[in-house]
């Protein structure tokens, strides 16, 4: 079975940075996406970041909201993804899922909380 962890989620002034971390254990090898969304209070889901491709050969995508400032990584051996959030402003709050896609199957965290605020 598939299990994917988030961490890294937490209370951070205006301005700060967090770095999330996701990783998946169980029968997954080489998912073709990885990602990390987010849902804001009173807001739908939202698609922050990707990486797609194989473990040698990927490209991340950005929303517009958070280009420049967040920034998307693989590890291949962990199979884990991370996020690296800077300049963080009060409209990035959230609780932010990461998402593993291999062979079709979409598996899901249950979540970390980050919180924008001064």
């Known amino acids: 079975q598939v299990q994917v962890v988030e961490s890294g989620g937490g209370l951070v002034q205006p301005g700060g940075s967090l770095r999330l971390s996701c990783t998946a254990s169980?029968?997954?090898?080489?998912?073709?996406?990885m990602a990390w969304f987010r849902q804001g209070p009173g807001k739908s889901h939202e698609l922050v970041a990707r990486?797609?491709?194989?473990?040698?050969?990927?490209?991340?995508s950005y929303a517009d909201s958070v280009r420049g400032r967040f920034t998307i990584s693989r590890d291949n051996a962990k199979i884990a993804v991370y996020l690296q959030m800077n300049n963080l402003k009060p409209g990035d709050t959230g609780v932010y899922l990461c998402?593993?896609?291999?062979?079709?199957?979409?598996?899901w965290g249950q979540g970390t909380q980050v919180t924008v605020s001064s």
């Open positions: 998402n593993v896609m291999e062979k079709g199957t979409n598996y």
């Open positions: 990486i797609l491709g194989t473990a040698t050969n990927s490209a991340a």
């Open positions: 169980g029968p997954i090898f080489d998912p073709r996406g």
